[in-house]
């Protein structure tokens, strides 16, 4: 028989490694916004990502629903737990998408949209890194509900997870950047991609060490096997991947450094779920407990399985229309 929470489990994953790909970069660029101070070299950066920001969060929508769908107790429960953060964050979403538009129309008022969209961008990867942080560090559940305090999310460990987020954001869209853009821009990327690389660097290896302390669960997965097996070679690769961004930049190869980032994400993902496996609400509720009804899960995939076709056609083919350069003097796409 078909395990259908199984599946649910690969799509809600790969949906969320998705977003944190390309919107990823995409809030990455307002985190960089303070390093480029050019308005003309600004409406660059905006331009690189303007025909395709709005279809990234398409993602966190369909995490959300097929959350809903396939999952219900994890949707209550989680949201519960982390209403505060996910609100904020939303609302940081919201005021960084209206400085995006205004920002564009605006003329003597452009500074303080400029000032907004910043603050939206750092806040919004903030409070993602908090969400994650508190959700590896464990929600407490009793009869299928929440049964924590309302400020249980605020934590030294999801602070700190917020700021790695900030700082992978900003990798990703140094690295965006780096590719899509030229002369003073690239330039100040190049210089600023190896710090952010190294930075990012000590974040995973503190994650890495902290966590284990902060869950014995986790680190009981970790030096057992099948997870055993499965997990040693991510640090190994890290290196490998963070030494090979490095001389990418010092060899001012474009693509290759937002590559190695992506590279870069995926493992941390990896590492991520192999910590938490099977448990969807850690440390004790497994993807089938919290798994809604076979026939709500079937009804729900087909519906999955027609439009997930449609969203990458059409997110692929945006990123094909606009795959060129941008430069200073182009007309953009507002």
């Not at 991947?241 to 060899?251: E, Q, S, W």
């Amino acid at each position: 028989m078909i395990d259908l929470s199984l599946i649910w489990v690969i799509i809600i994953a790969i949906g969320v490694l998705i977003y944190v790909i390309l919107d990823g970069f995409d809030l990455g660029i307002g985190i960089l916004f303070p390093f480029v101070k050019g308005q003309q070299e600004r409406d660059v950066m905006m331009n690189t990502v303007a025909p395709v920001w709005d279809g990234n969060e398409t993602w966190m929508v369909l995490g959300g629903a097929a959350l809903y769908a396939a999952f219900p107790l994890v949707y209550a429960t989680v949201l519960s737990a982390l209403y505060m953060p996910i609100i904020l964050m939303l609302i940081a979403l919201i005021f960084r998408g209206v400085a995006f538009e205004f920002r564009f129309k605006a003329n003597k008022s452009k500074h303080w949209w400029d000032k907004a969209f910043i603050c939206g961008s750092i806040l919004a990867s903030f409070f993602q890194g908090v969400i994650l942080g508190a959700y590896i560090q464990g929600i407490k559940v009793e009869n299928g509900m929440y049964a924590g305090s309302g400020l249980d999310w605020l934590s030294a460990f999801s602070l700190f997870t917020g700021v790695g987020v900030v700082v992978l954001y900003a990798a990703l869209g140094c690295g965006w950047l780096i590719f899509k853009t030229e002369a003073s821009i690239q330039e100040t990327m190049y210089k600023l991609m190896p710090k952010l690389i190294l930075a990012l660097l000590v974040i995973f290896g503190c994650v890495s060490i902290y966590t284990p302390i902060l869950q014995p669960q986790i680190a009981e997965r970790w030096f057992s096997q099948p997870q055993l097996m499965y997990f040693s070679p991510v640090p190994i690769l890290v290196l490998l991947f963070t030494g090979l961004a490095l001389r990418a930049c010092k060899l001012r190869q474009e693509l290759s450094p937002f590559i190695y980032t992506l590279a870069l994400v995926f493992l941390a993902y990896t590492g991520f779920i192999i910590s938490l496996w099977p448990y969807i609400i850690p440390p004790s509720i497994t993807i089938w407990d919290a798994a809604s009804p076979l026939s709500s899960q079937l009804f729900a995939l087909i519906g999955a399985l027609l439009l997930i076709p449609i969203i990458l056609i059409y997110t692929g083919l945006s990123y094909w229309v606009f795959r060129d350069k941008v430069r200073i003097g182009d007309e953009g796409y507002h």
